[in-house]
């Protein structure tokens, strides 16, 4: 079947040589053992050539029966191919098409070990008075290959870029163990499994109904369960895939987190200020807002003595740096020093000692989101607000707003993240019903739930500016 695509140019071509010789005749290979390796599957993996044999100077054609079959089985079945008159004596395999010719002729033979084959060519002269003549048996030792996912990735909410399977993060091949794979990194918490396919969400991997160190093979919808591994804990973790074992691990290589509250204490923040423990990565905690003039510590209670904490371990300006714990922050022998009151941005990193205090930013997206807004109240369709290059902290919405109908105003809030619950953050109105000014506040949190209105009046193109250092929001129409 596959061999028959794998023969040379036929004498019936072009002009065939009449004069053969007496060349006797006999097979060749390129090798005379193949392992067949499924990384290599477009490279030429075997040869086979043989002489022409001999017409005996009758210048009559000759005609060539191909023959190969396991060794012992005296050629009575196997592969036998009429290749018919021609000068082209070759055969040639990619690593794929021996694999897939040898699993159609010989299904039984063992995969990933050598089995041997023996091969014969027999030519038959045109010509009555020349015998047939057989070549001397040739054997050659070849291992087809068992087919495996070669490329794996991990897709998720759990993974750095969630659901979209164009976008699914590879994992890492063992070239010497190619069932073998492996990924490290950061996974947030959610869910996670196996994408054998960029682009598409089949074949894929996924867990077993009882053991989480276990996983199935998913070749389509009704093959079995689309389950996913849950991932708890966020932190930089160590995946270890066997997909001829159908064994996976995941490995939280971060340890216990030190502390699980933190506060900024001191005279930049007169009140204790609790850092929120980022949902992505535990070891990180975060502040944005004002900060007063003067020193600071971390504290891990709302008390500037007698608690654990941090100082710096060196410079204590702005910027980044190093951090020390200590026993007890009432002993700090160094400080942060805040030079003027302002609105800072505040990153703490436990995995890498760190501290860092910079210019105020925010929010990095802002969505509009409503009855009044273009995408209305789906997450599908929510329409992104456009982040000022040169101040990170404006975000602008050029577009239509609209009223549910002549008597029905439309809605508006803007949500901080995507949370498809609506449990999320928002910037919400200031009261219910809220109009539209062109100097406007907000608050940011989920309940009350106030919006903003645009009544049927008053429906068009607007600007809407939000300023979310000085906490103001404008609508202004155009």
């Known amino acids: 079947m596959a061999i028959l695509a794998l023969v040379g140019t036929t004498g019936c071509e072009k002009e065939l040589e009449l004069d053969k010789g007496e060349t006797p005749l006999a097979v060749s290979f390129s090798a005379e053992s193949v392992e067949c390796d499924q990384r290599s599957d477009a490279q030429e993996a075997l040869q086979i050539t043989w002489t022409s044999g001999t017409n005996q100077g009758t210048g009559a054609a000759i005609s060539y029966l191909f023959e190969m079959d396991l060794k012992g089985n005296d050629f009575q079945g196997g592969i036998k191919y009429d290749i018919g008159k021609t000068d082209s004596r070759v055969i040639s395999f990619t690593h ?131 389950n996913k591994w849950k991932i708890e804990t966020a932190g930089n973790y160590l995946i270890d895939v066997n997909l001829d074992k159908l064994t996976v ?64 371990s060196g410079d204590n300006g702005l910027g980044t740096t190093g951090i020390l714990l200590i026993d007890d922050i009432g002993l700090a022998s160094n400080q942060w020093n805040i030079p003027s009151a302002n609105k800072y941005s505040v990153e703490l990193n436990l995995r890498e000692n760190r501290l860092e205090i910079g210019n105020y930013v925010g929010y990095e997206h802002i ?35 609209k009223a549910e109908s002549a008597t029905t105003p439309g809605e508006l809030k803007f949500p901080l993240e995507i949370d498809r619950s609506f449990g999320g953050d928002f910037i919400l109105a200031p009261q219910a019903n809220c109009p539209m000014s062109a100097n406007g506040t907000y608050f940011i949190g989920n309940q009350p739930d106030n919006k903003w209105i645009v009544p049927e009046s008053e429906a068009g193109n607007y600007r809407i500016t939000i300023d979310v250092e000085n906490e103001t929001i404008s609508f202004v129409k155009l």
């Open 96 to 226: 794929k098409e021996l694999t897939d010719t040898l699993m159609h002729y010989f299904p039984a033979i063992p995969l990933e070990q050598f089995s041997e084959f023996e091969v014969r060519v027999t030519a038959t002269v045109s010509s009555p008075s020349v015998p047939t003549q057989v070549s001397p048996v040739k054997v050659i030792k070849i291992a087809p290959y068992k087919w495996r996912v070669l490329n794996l990735y991990i897709i998720g909410d759990a993974t750095p870029n969630g659901w979209d399977n164009q976008l699914a993060t590879a994992m890492i091949r063992d070239y010497e163990n190619i069932s073998h794979f492996t990924w490290q990194g950061m996974l947030k918490t959610g869910e996670i499994k196996f994408n054998a396919q960029l682009g598409s969400w089949f074949p894929c991997y996924v867990r077993d109904n009882d053991d989480p160190t276990k996983m199935h093979y998913r070749e389509k919808e009704e093959d079995y369960p689309d």
């Open 367 to 401: 969505w509009i989101m409503g009855s009044a807004a273009p995408g209305g109240w789906s997450w599908d369709n929510i329409t992104e607000m456009q982040r000022d290059a040169s101040n990170p902290n404006v975000f602008t919405y050029e577009g239509p707003l």
């Open 249 to 312: 691990s995941f490995t939280n290589l971060d340890g216990e987190v030190p502390f699980t509250t933190l506060y900024l204490v001191g005279e930049a923040a007169p009140t204790a200020i609790e850092l929120e423990q980022s949902s992505e990565d535990p070891f990180v905690f975060t502040y944005n807002g004002t900060l007063a003039a003067g020193n600071m510590l971390i504290s891990s209670t709302t008390a500037t003595s007698g608690c654990a904490g941090y100082q710096p």
